[in-house]
């Protein structure tokens, strides 16, 4: 069966549909082609193929089918040119840095990106001639003032993690022309179900497949979308350097994002309602969450994601030792730094995912002791609101 043309078919057919090839079998769903390398039918097609002549598979470090299933049905529900899989979403950064980037080149960053990331820019890439500036993620005229003539790569999250902050992606991208650079955008927290970077200007788009593609736990990966020309040299580093994606992890992903925009959909609606709970405990401080009208920039989001998210941060009073309190007096979360799942999951930023951060930069990325962080799941409102309640009571 020949493949579908994304571009007539909706998003959510996208999902399920974009990229299968099916095989003489008649299979319904997608195949596992566990194979390293692939044959040619003589010499000469082997010669043809290696020269690039004639399209098919050479070898797994280079082309799967089952991997390149995958990147055809992300490209496509990200409104992309094309995608290239990798083994991580680290792997995805790496490959797009080191794909598009050469020593004496200059990135600016929003400092509230994922701490590995933080740690990549600032202590792997610096070691070969690549600097990054850290800015504040709302504050344009920062990133503004940040850009070099040899800035080529301006990069961030949002909504960032763990506060929650929003920035305007479109007004990024018009900066980052007007500097003839390249706007990066992770849109790990959002998916393509909620928010969509191509069309706000973005160049590139980066995902972990670690967090929601999959959303079960299940596997680590990653993947880099965008422009035809611009991927070529980011496939060119991938398939030297090697970190590419497994097609059994190809496999799980392809089921993962049949299955996304229905779970999005879900994590928001209970994101929503843990949110506007906590709002109204006596011993919540604060609370981060995009969809709430008390956040900065709820306009903002609205107009620019198609749902809030499935990400819930908030301080409960007492600092750390009320904080630990009530992640410890939880039955149901699971106390994890992962996020994105099925399961809920809490985490306390300040002493995991943030403790390298000197205690000056945590009070200024607003990390606070008492800062608990939960990925809502896909558990019962209910469960999860008296979940909570237990460990506040605890704290
Ligand atoms: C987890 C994560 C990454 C790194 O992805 P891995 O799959 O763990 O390598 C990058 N960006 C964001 C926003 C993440 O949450």
Known sequence: MSKIDPSRYGRNTRAVRAGQVRSAEGEHSELIFASSSFIFENAAQAAARFKGEIPGNIYSRFTNPTVRT???RLAAMEGGERCVATSSGMSAILST???LLRGGDHIVSSRSIFGTTVNLFNNILSKFGLETTFVELTDYGAWEAAIKPETKLLFLETPSNPLTAVADIQRLADLAHAHGCQLVVDNCFCT????LPFE???DIVIHSATKYLDGQGRCVGGA?????K?????????RTAGPTMSPFNAWVFLKGLETLAVRMRAHCVNAMKIADWLQHQPKVETVYYPGLKSHPQHELAGRQQSGYGGIVS???KGGQANAWKLIDATRLYSITANLGDTKSTITHPATTTHHRLSDEQRADAGITDGL???SAGLENTEDLLNDLAIGLSAA
């Open 372 to 374: 608990i962080r939960i």
């Open 97 to 99: 840095c080191l794909g």
């Open 192 to 195: 393509p179900v909620l928010q």
């Open 314 to 316: 908030f301080v409960v």
């Open 224 to 228: 880099v979308i965008g422009g035809e």
């Open 70 to 72: 995958f990147e055809e």
């Open 230 to 238: 611009r991927l070529e040299d980011v496939f060119g580093f991938l």
């Open 200 to 202: 706000l200007g973005a």
